[in-house]
């Protein structure tokens, strides 16, 4: 319930920051539903991914761009905050208590984590102890070349991006002695 309000918040936020904001809970509250339901490596991935690096790259970035203040009244944001922890503490206490006693969610947990993979038998994966362990071994052993070859990709991407913003195009520098010379025909072109 509270993803569906803060995805809503999040499209219709006028402010670029509270915006952000409302997608770093949206992915914070995914992340937990996909814990409560069995599915660990989704949530971790959501956390690590969506929240460490795109959500807050994002902050960062529209924090740096120049937005003028909303001034406005500031108890509605006081108002809506406390709603949502209310919400947000119901609905956890809601599934921590419901969780053992309705067979859904045990069902659907056995439902989510059945992923398809060549060797599933040979390398038990279905024990919750060896979920982590048999995830490293299939991307590290059995799909290495794939992992080599994106981790390639990113290192490319990341080395590019860096590039571009450091090239400084149209650079102008100071050069003081063209500057205070006394000959008129320097003067003329170095005139601001």
Known sequence: M???ASACLMLFSTNP???VLFLILTFLDASIIFFLIGCDFLGLVFIIIYLGAIAVLFLFIVMMVNIKK????TTTYLVIGVLFFIIFFFQISYYVISFYEFELFQNLKMNTNSYYFDNVNKLDFFTKSNYFFTLGRLLYLDYFFFMVSISFLLLIGMVGAIFLTNYKNNFFSKKQFNQLSR???LLNLHII
């Open 17 to 19: 920051i509270n915006a």
């Open 2 to 4: 509270i993803l569906i």
């Open 70 to 73: 909303i001034e406005g009244d």
């Open 183 to 185: 000959n008129s025909k």
